[in-house]
């Protein structure tokens, strides 16, 4: 599974298996952030019933699995976000990205991993076909 990554130095394409990044000539546009009436949302993104916030507190997410509905908090330890992306594929799957670096997560923000790539200022993340 691959994710796309718009930076201040251009866009690439993470595969999320390999870790390899490659260059990306097409503009990263991500689906457009659910309306939340939550405080201090940085960024957001939902797939089916499931919907992640970012939000300017620490820890740095809230994460809803009946459509906002009722929250959790998640991401201790995850710095401050800038962008998210889930798979429509596998609700799952999640990308946070903070300043320069990606974490993972593939069991819908209960755990997180850092990927080691390190990257150009972090605008915006989405999967292929978002």
Do not use: C, H, Q
């Not at 959790?72 to 710095?79: D, K």
């Amino acid at each position: 599974m691959k994710v796309l990554i718009s930076t201040v130095g251009g866009s690439f394409s993470v595969d999320l298996e390999t870790e390899d990044v490659d260059p990306w000539d097409g503009e990263v546009e991500p689906p457009a952030a659910p309306a939340l009436n939550l405080p201090r949302v940085v960024a957001a993104a939902s797939a089916g019933a499931t919907v992640v916030a970012i939000v300017d507190a620490k820890p740095p997410l809230l994460v809803s699995y009946d459509t906002g509905s009722t929250w959790r908090e998640s991401g201790r330890g995850l710095p401050s976000g800038r962008a998210i992306a889930i798979s429509d594929e596998d609700p799952d799957l999640i990308v946070y990205a903070s300043r320069n670096r990606l974490f993972l997560s593939r069991n819908g923000g209960v755990f997180w991993s850092s990927l080691p790539v390190e990257l150009p200022e972090i605008d915006a993340v989405a999967f292929p076909g978002s």
